[in-house]
């Protein structure tokens, strides 16, 4: 005997005992949507064409529950979004009432967010902290346990936000009907039909779908390109696994492509992989049907088996079990009903879900911490976001114009991080919010002054203490000035082609080899000391006159002194010459003269 169908609906605690039609539509990663109908004359309200009686319902609470008589109900609670006006033909018009499960509250708008090592369930409760319970119960029931090192919501409302992260981490994400699950239930409950009784159509049929590709993704802190290709899956069922050969065969090249998550290491990348594929080959084999059972709910397992009729009698066999991902209730005010869903192998691991990826831009951020602990020159940053999520970021590359590994060692290129405090740019590799890497630094109104800039002709490297690096070129002033905070310079004076070096307290050459070549003249001037010291040989080659001028000379060798000229002209006020030991010995080529104004004295 056809068991007698029953439904109650309540809009905010009104009930609504009269209706045309309502229709519930019902799926994984989505929405849930439905529609109530009830014409004016049900409702007992005017015959005008007025939302005056009706308009109230807009942003209430409706509640729904059926079933059959004398048995458990399903419940659905969601939100009226819509109330219209439906009139046409000269007929009496109907109210409709259009609305969304509560997840609905969660898609408010693009939203931004950054979390850093934190767990699914964090995030999930961190992104939705701001929706009250009894407007929408969440159970987290993720199966990844482990943080992830770093995730940014990037212009994704939290729904959508929830959704990659069901799709990036294959976790299962729907609304039951009276909570929003994250994660896979603890049970599913099971539902018995039979095709024939109250399963009255059919659709069971498999296809392909590529298997065969490979994802790499490179990481920088181990300098390392993991890849990884999905493994065999032994399949339960003859079906699945025919689908699964035939697949290999049709698409039996392998692409390859950039894993668009974050793992750190190889075993993160084949459970990526492992967990990817199993989520594909859940949909290789597909049910749908329609029936009049009102227990076919979404997240439900149906036990399905087939009554067929045979030459005396019916034969009841088991067909399998499968798990309902999408269902659309259909139901009038006079105990009519009926369903459409779709459902996979019961058995699949996983679940796949597309999801759109964020399109990421150039962001702005500010530098927090430069001290690397691992000593590869990336910052930390946070995001100039007024968002409620904004942890910092990760260590984060920075983007130089030369960079990599020398004949000598590391930080071949230009080495410069950037300081705490600095504003940033911040990119994305290869579009992907989950890579971002720094482009560089751009000033602010509290860190410049270009007010020197009239014509654009200074450029200049400056130092966090004020070490400056200056390229001039004004025709009046051109050259190159490096100067440190103490004013010590050196001034390469383009415009009077010349180069000055200042230094205000001591300067020191060191060099294996030195040679000084002066095409005119060279005037050295020193203050007080001057001290030249020679290991070795010293020579002093001057073209014409050598002149040597001081108030006391003094000459000393510990051996010898040879002084050759063609002529040699000493004068002096007077003049002593001491032998202290030896003889003194005069030679001359011919005569030897000694004269003097007064006496000439030999003894």
């Excluded at 009706?54 to 059959?68: A, M």
């Excluded at 960079?403 to 911040?426: C, K």
């Amino acid at each position: 005997m056809k068991k007698q169908f029953k439904v109650s609906i309540n809009i905010d605690g009104e009930s609504i005992n009269q209706f045309t039609s309502f229709v519930l539509e019902q799926r994984f990663n989505s929405h849930h949507v439905f529609t109530l109908r009830y014409n004016l004359y049900m409702a007992g309200l005017p015959k005008t064409v007025s939302l005056d009686q009706s308009r109230d319902y807009i942003g209430k609470k409706l509640t729904i529950q059926f079933g059959n008589l004398g048995e458990d109900e399903n419940v659905f609670v969601g939100t009226v979004t819509q109330v219209e006006f439906v009139q046409s033909h000269g007929y009496i018009g109907e109210i409709e009432l259009t609305g969304y499960s509560p997840t609905i509250l969660i898609d408010r708008g693009p939203d931004v967010g950054s979390y850093l090592n934190q767990d699914l369930s964090s995030i999930i409760r961190k992104a939705t902290n701001d929706v009250a319970e009894n407007d929408l119960s969440i159970k987290i029931n993720n199966v990844r346990a482990e943080p992830i090192d770093y995730m940014i919501q990037y212009l994704e409302s939290d729904f959508s936000f929830l959704n990659r992260l069901s799709s990036q981490y294959h976790e299962m994400f729907f609304y039951d009907g009276v909570k929003m699950q994250f994660g896979k239930p603890d049970s599913f409950k099971e539902v018995k039909i039979v095709y024939g009784r109250d399963l009255h159509t059919i659709h069971y049929g498999m296809n392909i779908a590529p298997l065969n590709y490979r994802k790499f993704s490179y990481n920088s802190v181990h300098d390392q390109i993991f890849t990884s290709q999905p493994k065999s899956d032994p399949s339960e069922t003859q079906d699945l696994s025919h689908a699964i050969s035939a697949s290999k065969m049709v698409y039996s090249k392998v692409y390859s492509q950039p894993l668009h998550v974050r793992i750190d290491n190889q075993k993160d990348m084949d459970s990526f992989i492992d967990n990817e594929q199993s989520g594909i080959i859940s949909q290789l084999v597909k049910l749908s049907g329609s029936g009049d059972n009102p227990y076919v709910g979404i997240g439900r397992v149906l036990d399905i088996s087939m009554s067929l009729k045979e030459e005396t009698s019916f034969v009841t066999t088991d067909f399998g079990k499968f798990l309902v991902t999408g269902v659309s209730h259909h139901m009038d005010g006079v105990g009519h009903y009926h369903h459409t869903f779709e459902a996979i192998p019961a058995n699949s691991k996983h679940i796949p879900v597309e999801s759109q990826l964020p399109l990421a831009d150039i962001q702005v951020a500010t530098v927090l911490d430069n001290d690397d602990p691992l000593k590869q020159g990336r910052i930390k940053v946070k995001f100039n976001w007024d968002c409620n999520n904004n942890d910092p970021t990760e260590w984060l590359r920075v983007v130089t114009p030369n960079a990599g590994q020398g004949v000598r060692g590391s930080n071949r290129g230009f080495f410069a991080i950037p300081e705490q405090g600095d504003q940033v740019l911040i990119n994305f590799e290869e579009g992907n919010v989950a890579r971002p890497i720094v482009m560089g630094s751009v000033y602010n109104n509290s860190n410049v002054d270009s007010s020197k800039q009239i014509e654009n002709h200074l450029k200049s490297i400056t130092t966090r203490s004020g070490h400056l690096i200056e390229f001039d070129d004004h025709n009046d002033t051109q050259g190159i000035r490096i100067t440190d905070i103490r004013n010590n310079v050196i001034h390469i004076d383009t415009s009077t082609d010349s180069i000055t070096i200042t230094a205000l307290e001591n300067m020191t050459l060191n060099a294996k080899n030195m040679k000084i070549n002066v095409e005119e003249n060279l005037d050295v001037q020193v203050g007080k000391d001057m001290r030249t010291q020679v290991s070795q040989n010293n020579t002093f080659n001057t073209g014409k006159h050598f002149l040597l001028q001081a108030n006391t000379i003094a000459e000393q060798a510990k051996l010898d002194i040879n002084v050759r000229a063609k002529k040699i002209i000493e004068t002096a006020d007077e003049v002593q010459i001491n032998s202290n030991a030896e003889n003194m010995v005069l030679y001359s080529g011919k005569s030897v003269m000694s004269k003097s104004v007064e006496k000439n004295k030999l003894f």
